[in-house]
């Protein structure tokens, strides 16, 4: 690592309640401070309640997911991708946890005047490549310009419909005590990669991210039959969010295995430098998922045969309704309390 | 009037095209060069390729269109609206003009870090007043935080998908000779109500937005049984950039005679004070329409029993397929060519 300066955001202190923070933006429990505040006082439906990261909406006995994400990632070009890639993926993979088929995305760009035209044209051919390479179509999009100083050089923001095989259910209320939980592959490859680049950091082996589309991953496991409960994907916040969010959704408690929890060696040595935990740290290419226990083979084994779940692990149990909350056992054999996440670990990594 | 200066941008002589300029995102000239440059060659799609405002998903059957719209007005708010009215209904009325019924909207949120929540709230609040009275949910949402000075304030992207109802077609390329033109009521008083308050202007009377819902008028209209070839709300580029681009799609030559249009006092006093043509300030709540001529005055009849089309009247006439373009025969008796917006006229007004 060089000798760069680090800087992590340390947003609480100036918090008196009356502005946005960074944290806000974080995905975790700022995030959903504001929601609770903000949001839902104003918005609230039953659709919206749900505080998933998709809506269904039903069409003439159609069932339609429907998604919006903004990306603000920074630096705009990182180790594995950019914010073209993320833009797609991302919205992509907030249709597949529900085991949609996407049917087309939205892309709406707030550019900054003067933002170089050839930069544009590296994230639109990224976006179209990663568009192509999920088999989905940027069919609509929009483009607006605001002056210098008051945009950060090019924010997208996807939306996504989806189609919903008939018989699929993987409402985030579905986990069961018994059931196991799985995640797709090391994790926190994402936030690292972004942050290394942001920081110029150097790590003996480069991280690069996992940013990739997972609705034929989801397809798969789908596929070998067995019951699956839900699945998310570990975006900000990273799976202890993840995890926390659907022990809620389905107020069951979930232990979670911390030596079972795939971490690659670049990572760990990152986050030990920099005092993250992976835990916390972004992916936009992974997802948990609970399933059923008796399952848990067969929907792994499926998820070993596909390039994006091959190093896929069982990570832990939901084991009781006790309260909804998520246990670490961690490496040390103690066990602790795994919260979301507090504040903004790092900022703008989507 | 005060005696204040007024900053409009002349974006034009910088452009050695190879930065992102104000006017890129005017909606007329520039943004189609932009689209066309980037856009189109990297994303070629059968849909996006249409250019419409929105496009066409088809879903087990299911007709459904779907649209995106970022909104970047400054100031936030203006007289009758502000940026969580005009995100709702610009996105209702892309919906609109394909005749469809709107299921829900998404919403993305980005914020910069010390924008007061008081505002934000309020901006919510304005959101779901305008979602309620058109009958329409905010599905899905997202918020993202980017640092003091990488944004102004607030963006707002929403996303929309409707149904649209069996036997009904208003694609864009549908316009023939002899149909009329029709539009729903005075034409420019949005962006004169924006322009006034972010230069601090004082006219006599205050202009204020047209900012509404139109997808009860289009309802109507079609309800009243006249043969709608095709509608379009006129934002951007105002009415001369609609009318050119149903003109270009449908590959027709439009004449439109100036003294019918209506244009109220307040928005000529402005406009001639201000150099500009109200045939290219931006409208938020009104359409253009091609009809059947012989069904013109039923359809005009079902507009004039509607709130937002009570001041609708003909103001022109498809007469030929010499070339798709559209022609203006003025107050003077002269005619001209009315082509797209060149530049920004008026930045920021949605």
Do not use: W
Not at 188 to 214: K, M, N, P, Q, Y
């Amino acid at each position: 690592m060089s000798g760069t300066t680090i800087r992590l955001h340390c947003p609480l202190p100036s918090d008196d309640g009356s502005v946005v923070l960074l944290g806000h933006g974080s995905g975790g429990r700022m995030t959903a401070d504001l929601i609770r505040r903000i949001f839902l006082p104003a918005l609230s439906n039953p659709a919206l309640d749900r505080l998933n990261d998709n809506a269904e909406l039903r069409a003439s006995g159609v069932r339609l997911v429907f998604t919006t994400d903004a990306f603000v990632v920074s630096p705009l070009r990182f180790p594995g991708g950019d914010l073209g890639s993320i833009a797609v993926n991302g919205t992509i993979n907030d249709l597949a946890v529900s085991g949609a088929h996407p049917l087309g995305l939205s892309a709406a760009f707030i550019l900054e005047e003067g933002f170089p035209l050839d930069e544009l044209r590296t994230l639109v051919d990224s976006m179209q490549r990663a568009a192509r390479g999920a088999g989905v179509d940027i069919v609509t999009a929009d483009t607006k310009v605001v002056e210098r100083g008051k945009a950060d050089g090019v924010f997208i923001t996807t939306s996504g419909v989806g189609l919903v095989p008939d018989g699929v259910d993987l409402d985030p209320t579905r986990a069961q005590p018994g059931d196991a939980i799985l995640v797709s592959g090391p994790i926190g490859d994402h936030g690292i990669a972004v942050l290394s680049a942001r920081e110029g950091l150097r790590f003996d082996t480069t991280v690069v991210s996992d940013c990739a589309a997972l609705h034929t991953l989801v397809a798969a496991m789908l596929a070998s039959g067995g019951a699956i409960r839900c699945l998310r994907d570990p975006t900000r916040g990273g799976v202890a969010t993840a995890l926390n969010e659907l022990a809620g959704s389905s107020r069951v408690e979930m232990l979670i295995d911390e030596p079972a929890i795939p971490v690659r060696n670049g990572v760990r040595a990152a986050c030990e430098m920099l005092g993250l935990d992976p835990l916390y740290v972004a992916c936009e290419g992974r997802l948990v998922g609970v399933v059923a226990a008796a399952d848990a083979e067969r929907v792994l084994a499926a998820m070993h045969a596909h390039p994006l779940g091959s190093e896929a692990h069982r990570i832990g149990t939901v084991y009781g309704q006790a309260a909804p909350r998520v246990l670490l056992r961690t490496t040390l054999g103690t066990t602790r309390i795994l919260d979301v996440l507090s504040g903004a670990q790092l900022p703008r990594i989507c």
